[in-house]
């Protein structure tokens, strides 16, 4: 079964700096993607950003980019520039032939 | 092109009641997924569905709870007999095919349900 780790409950920044969340995974499986999900208080679940695992490149969206290390089952994500609006719950999710399974997620926060 | 929809966005209960959330998958769309969101977590996966057939129920608690996706209308996750328990946010994600390929899973807004 995969499992998926966020071992940051919460974080804080400045406007304006750069923050990076972290994120482990465990699978047996060769195939698969990583997602980055966005929760705002509306509880929306909102796709950030994600990673086919057999693409070597990083996968970026504007101020979004994440650092995928697939030998060590990591998939971290990194917000340059953080603004206000990006203040939301973070869900880093697995998935294989059919369901996403999530983290706990990590509560950042951006202050003014 | 409308995109997942899911009603009612809150839903009360007592406790021995029925829970009906209604999910209309995005047009073009034939597989819907529902998860769960407890407080402060994440959201689990509870059952995979394509119309008029269940593929993955792995998640479902074994009472209580059940789903459908018939071949007209919205998928429906059911819940009887609630208990306290059960007062999460419920969401419903549609993708236009299902496992062995990759598709993007699209979510709906939620059904937040709170059990008196």
């Known amino acids: 079964a995969q499992t998926v780790t966020q071992s940051q409950p919460e974080m804080s920044v400045q406007e304006a700096e750069t923050v990076t969340l972290s994120c482990t995974y465990d699978?047996?499986?060769?195939?698969?993607?990583l997602f980055w999900y966005k929760q705002p208080p509306s509880r929306q679940m909102i796709l950030v950003i994600r990673q086919e695992a057999y693409k070597q490149q990083n996968a970026t969206e504007n101020r979004f980019s994440v650092n995928f290390q697939k030998a060590a089952k990591s998939f971290s994500l990194k917000i340059s520039d953080s603004q206000l609006g990006d203040t939301a719950m973070y869900f880093c999710?697995?998935?294989?032939?059919?369901?996403?399974?999530f983290g706990q997620g990590t509560r950042l926060t951006i202050n003014p | 092109n409308a995109g997942v929809m899911q009603n009612p966005r809150h839903l009360v209960r007592r406790r021995g009641q029925e829970a009906r959330l209604r999910c209309s998958p995005m047009?073009?769309?034939?597989?819907v997924y529902w998860y769960r969101q407890l407080p402060e977590e994440g959201l689990k996966f509870m059952v995979y569905l394509q119309k008029e057939n269940i593929i993955d129920e792995s998640g479902m608690p074994k009472e209580r709870f059940s789903a459908e996706f018939p071949k007209e209308g919205p998928s429906i996750l059911r819940i009887q007999q609630v208990v306290r328990g059960d007062s999460a946010a419920y969401f419903c994600?549609?993708?236009?095919?299902?496992?062995?390929?990759?598709?993007?899973?699209?979510f709906g807004p939620g059904t937040r349900l709170t059990v008196l």
């Open positions: 994600a549609s993708s236009p095919r299902g496992s062995g390929i990759y598709n993007e899973q699209f």
């Open positions: 699978t047996s499986e060769s195939n698969y993607y």
């Open positions: 047009k073009g769309h034939s597989h």
């Open positions: 999710a697995f998935q294989g032939a059919q369901k996403l399974v």
